[in-house]
């Protein structure tokens, strides 16, 4: 089935919600924008956050606790995390 809604942007200017929503920037700025990225994950939808310096890895869990980890994929220091948003 192909792609019927795809965007890119800023996720501040974010209009509707996605079935896969991702973010590769470092995670003081994840958790900055945390909010509108769990606003654009459509309800059982993923979303996926790449950039995240190990030693930032627990600050990311913290603010997105209330999602589903579904996955995390280490590469050296990297971290990404593969979440779920419940609905």
Known sequence: ???RNIWEGSVT???EQYDIVT???????LRMIAKDLKKSTKDN??????GIID??????????????LIETIAK???RT???????
Not at 45 to 50: A, C, H, K, T
């Open 1 to 3: 089935q192909p792609l």
């Open 55 to 68: 030693t930032k890895e627990s600050s990311i869990e913290e603010i997105f606790s209330d999602l589903q």
């Open 23 to 29: 973010a590769n920037i470092v995670a003081d700025v």
């Open 81 to 87: 995390k593969i979440y779920r948003k419940q609905g």
């Open 13 to 15: 200017s974010a209009k």
């Open 76 to 78: 050296n220091e990297w």
């Open 45 to 50: 939808g993923l979303l996926i956050l790449s």
